[in-house]
């Protein structure tokens, strides 16, 4: 302790024996004029390169106007019925290819690639091909994707999507999750409280697929839930023999000339199968327990067959 106390104490003393030995000079009358004009100087040379660095600002600063017309014209080369409304230059490639993101009047946006022949690349694509890089790695690198304020707008696609297509029900959910070999889009609508669909815009028009059927194609809707699926078959059993069913699950087990057919479970009591035509009207109710020859019976109940009469 008394050895770190004598160095503290020497250290000071050094300090201070330096302190007292530094000598201030007074500086003369012509010294300090120029010292003056140096500083004068300085606050001259400092003002001129801040108006350079703010005129070099402006020059490099894109113009909107410039970048909307450009946009336009690679998106109007690139095929895509987009009105651009804004656009934003994001800037170049090492190659010098100007890169651009594009709001569209209606419709998703676009990243445009300036090249030859320019590349317009769906904000929604974009979007939901960085939401599965997140779903396997939150911390995963998603890429390029679009972030003008306006191009925020998905859920306002894929409803106007599922409208244009019929779909009957509100819209909650939606992705692109691939494209026909023709290279249609492909989209998933989720529904509130009800059965989703998969639509695609083909060359004829919309098409939509309910998902109950996309579960027979051997494909998985995301957005559906069999709870979903269950309520969507009970709206279509008032006034019929099977109103009274708290239905649990359901299938569809296929078609023919007389309709489609969907399996339903109960909560209580025995299934059935019911034959709807295309707009889900119910036209007839094949209780389990007899409907053993119709697509090979009922598989979500287990029900005894119907006893069979003594002669």
Same mark, same amino acid.
């Given at each position: 302790m008394t050895i770190k106390h004598?160095?503290?104490?020497?250290?000071?003393?050094?300090?201070?024996s330096l302190t %007292? *030995?530094?000598?201030? *000079? #007074?500086?003369?009358p012509m010294d300090q004029r120029a010292q003056r004009e140096r500083a004068n100087e300085d606050d001259s040379a400092? &003002?001129?390169?801040?108006?350079?660095?703010?005129?070099?600002?402006?020059?490099? /600063? +894109?113009?909107?106007a410039a970048a909307l017309a450009a946009?336009? =014209?690679?998106? $109007?080369? #690139?095929?895509?019925?987009? &009105? /651009?409304?804004? #656009?934003?230059?994001? =800037?170049?490639?090492?190659?010098?290819?100007?890169?651009?993101?594009?709001?569209?009047? %209606?419709? +998703?946006?676009?990243?445009?690639?300036?090249? $030859? +022949?320019?590349?317009? *690349?769906?904000?929604?694509?974009?979007?939901s091909q960085a939401d599965k890089k997140r779903q396997a790695d939150p911390a995963a690198d998603v890429g390029t994707v679009c972030t003008l304020p306006a191009n925020d707008n998905a859920m306002a696609v894929f409803t106007a999507y599922a409208q244009e297509a019929g779909v009957p029900c509100q819209v909650d959910q939606g992705a692109v999750i691939g494209a026909t070999s023709d290279g249609s889009l492909v989209y998933e609508i989720g529904c509130a409280?009800?059965?989703?669909?998969?639509?695609?815009?083909?060359?004829? =028009?919309?098409?939509? $697929?309910?998902?109950?059927?996309? *579960?027979?194609?051997?494909? %998985?809707?995301?957005? %559906?839930? +069999?709870t979903e699926q269950a309520a969507t078959v009970k709206s279509w059993?008032?006034?019929?023999?099977?109103?009274?069913?708290?239905?649990?699950?359901?299938?569809?087990?296929?078609?023919?000339d007389n309709g489609r057919f969907y399996e339903a479970s109960c909560a209580a009591g025995d299934g059935f199968i019911a034959r709807t035509d295309a707009a889900h009207a119910v036209q007839q109710i094949y209780p389990c327990a007899v409907a053993e020859k119709i697509g090979g019976g009922c598989k979500l109940t287990t029900t005894p067959p119907a006893a069979t009469p003594q002669a």
């Amino acid at each position: 302790m008394t050895i770190k106390h004598l160095s503290q104490t020497l250290c000071v003393a050094v300090a201070l024996s330096l302190t %007292t *030995l530094t000598p201030v *000079l #007074a500086a003369s009358p012509m010294d300090q004029r120029a010292q003056r004009e140096r500083a004068n100087e300085d606050d001259s040379a400092n &003002q001129n390169r801040s108006r350079q660095d703010r005129r070099r600002a402006r020059e490099a /600063a +894109p113009d909107p106007a410039a970048a909307l017309a450009a946009a336009q =014209g690679f998106l $109007t080369a #690139a095929n895509k019925d987009c &009105q /651009a409304t804004e #656009a934003k230059l994001l =800037g170049q490639t090492a190659e010098k290819i100007s890169l651009y993101e594009a709001v569209c009047a %209606t419709g +998703p946006g676009y990243i445009i690639i300036g090249s $030859t +022949p320019p590349e317009a *690349l769906d904000c929604l694509i974009l979007a939901s091909q960085a939401d599965k890089k997140r779903q396997a790695d939150p911390a995963a690198d998603v890429g390029t994707v679009c972030t003008l304020p306006a191009n925020d707008n998905a859920m306002a696609v894929f409803t106007a999507y599922a409208q244009e297509a019929g779909v009957p029900c509100q819209v909650d959910q939606g992705a692109v999750i691939g494209a026909t070999s023709d290279g249609s889009l492909v989209y998933e609508i989720g529904c509130a409280g009800v059965d989703g669909y998969r639509i695609e815009r083909a060359a004829s =028009g919309w098409e939509k $697929t309910e998902c109950l059927q996309v *579960l027979v194609q051997n494909a %998985t809707c995301t957005f %559906t839930t +069999p709870t979903e699926q269950a309520a969507t078959v009970k709206s279509w059993l008032a006034g019929t023999d099977a109103a009274a069913c708290d239905v649990q699950q359901v299938r569809l087990m296929g078609q023919n000339d007389n309709g489609r057919f969907y399996e339903a479970s109960c909560a209580a009591g025995d299934g059935f199968i019911a034959r709807t035509d295309a707009a889900h009207a119910v036209q007839q109710i094949y209780p389990c327990a007899v409907a053993e020859k119709i697509g090979g019976g009922c598989k979500l109940t287990t029900t005894p067959p119907a006893a069979t009469p003594q002669a």
